[in-house]
T-cell receptor
Framework: EAGVTQFPSHSVIEKGQTVTLRCDPI?????LYWYRRVMGKEIKFLLH????????ESGMPNNRFLAERTGGTYSTLKVQPAELEDSGVYFC???????????????FGPGTRLTVL | AQTVTQSQPEMSVQEAETVTLSCTYD???????LFWYKQPPSRQMILVIR??????QNATENRFSVNFQKAAKSFSLKISDSQLGDAAMYFC????????????FGKGTRLSVIA
């Protein structure tokens, strides 16, 4: 079974440019999460999709970030325009949808390392 | 808000020895989950072990075990018989008991294994 995949693995862009990151979750996983790790800091939650709906986007830094999950399959995270502080590693994770209490393991992708110059 | 603290940025251990990684957390919830994730160099983050707070028994997975002290809000990871492949970044994480919630991570501990 294929794991969570992310594309690209690395991206180097100039300040003010646009970048789109893609995440393909494990097939059948309705939950999809985006996280970000800035160097030396904690991995921080950005947002959570359940199927195609945004369940929680409380971690999104500002309106320069736009996430979509059309059809409830893969997701994209667009940064427009990129700023220096957006540099970091962007992780995607997916898990099965659990009804009620309990939580299923989140499976992580390898991350996209974004560098904004 | 929940927070997770890993006070050891870096640790090292001799091959075949035992090492303990520390993690403390803060929450007002009585039931929750705790996790240790491992990220080897240039590879994906994988789950090492998880603990349900309502279970008193400490979780174990082969050479990996935890010391869960609920009152002290402490969740340390012990790696026994360390192997070269254990070298990685280790992240402690927390989540609420209610399903489908995001993880709250610590800053991570980089573990080196010396041959």
């Amino acid at each position: 079974e294929a794991g969570v995949t992310q594309f690209p693995s690395h991206s180097v862009i100039e300040k003010g440019q646009t970048v789109t990151l893609r995440c393909d979750p494990i097939s059948g996983h309705d939950n999809l999460y985006w996280y970000r790790r800035v160097m030396g800091k904690e991995i921080k939650f950005l947002l959570h999709f359940v199927k195609e709906s945004k369940q929680d986007e409380s971690g999104m830094p500002n309106n320069r970030f736009l996430a979509e999950r059309t059809g409830g399959t893969y997701s994209t995270l667009k940064v427009q325009p990129a700023e220096l502080e957006d540099s970091g590693v962007y992780f995607c994770a997916s898990s099965s949808l659990r009804q009620g209490l309990g939580t299923d393991t989140q499976y992580f992708g390898p991350g996209t390392r974004l560098t904004v110059l | 808000a929940q927070t997770v603290t890993q006070s050891q940025p870096e640790m090292s251990v001799q091959e075949a020895e035992t090492v303990t990684l520390s993690c403390t957390y803060d929450t007002s919830e009585s039931d929750y989950y705790l996790f240790w994730y491992k990220q080897p160099p240039s590879r994906q983050m994988i789950l090492v072990i998880r603990q349900e707070a309502y279970k008193q028994q400490n979780a174990t997975e082969n050479r990996f075990s935890v010391n869960f002290q609920k009152a002290a809000k402490s969740f340390s990871l012990k790696i026994s018989d360390s192997q070269l492949g254990d070298a990685a970044m280790y992240f402690c994480a927390y989540s609420l008991l209610s399903g489908n919630t995001p993880l709250v991570f610590g800053k991570g501990t980089r573990l080196s294994v010396i041959a």
